[in-house]
């Protein structure tokens, strides 16, 4: 197992999301469809975000290909 690299991430449901980004869950929803979001997580039945991926989506300005290309370095590491 990965000993010492536990990581431990708040994770939001839609409406919470909604509500920290001034957005109605729809729109949430709607983004993600079109894929211009971060993925979710799905567990069970329900869909949550990693509150560490969409900082990291503000912090590239909403842009997908930099979010990315970010993700994947961030992972490398």
């Known amino acids: 197992m ?4 536990t ?3 708040e994770l939001l449901s839609a409406k919470e999301l909604a509500k920290k980004m001034s957005l109605s869950p729809r729109t949430i929803f709607r983004l ?3 894929r211009r979001f971060p993925l979710p997580v799905c567990i069970g039945g329900s ?3 990693r509150l ?3 900082e990291l989506f503000l912090d590239c300005d909403c842009n ?3 979010y990315k290309l970010r993700k994947e370095f961030e992972h490398e590491r």
């Open 2 to 5: 990965n000993e010492g690299k």
């Open 7 to 9: 990581r431990i991430c």
């Open 47 to 49: 869909v949550r975000w």
């Open 32 to 34: 993600r469809s079109s």
């Open 64 to 66: 997908m290909a930099e």
């Open 52 to 54: 560490s991926d969409i």
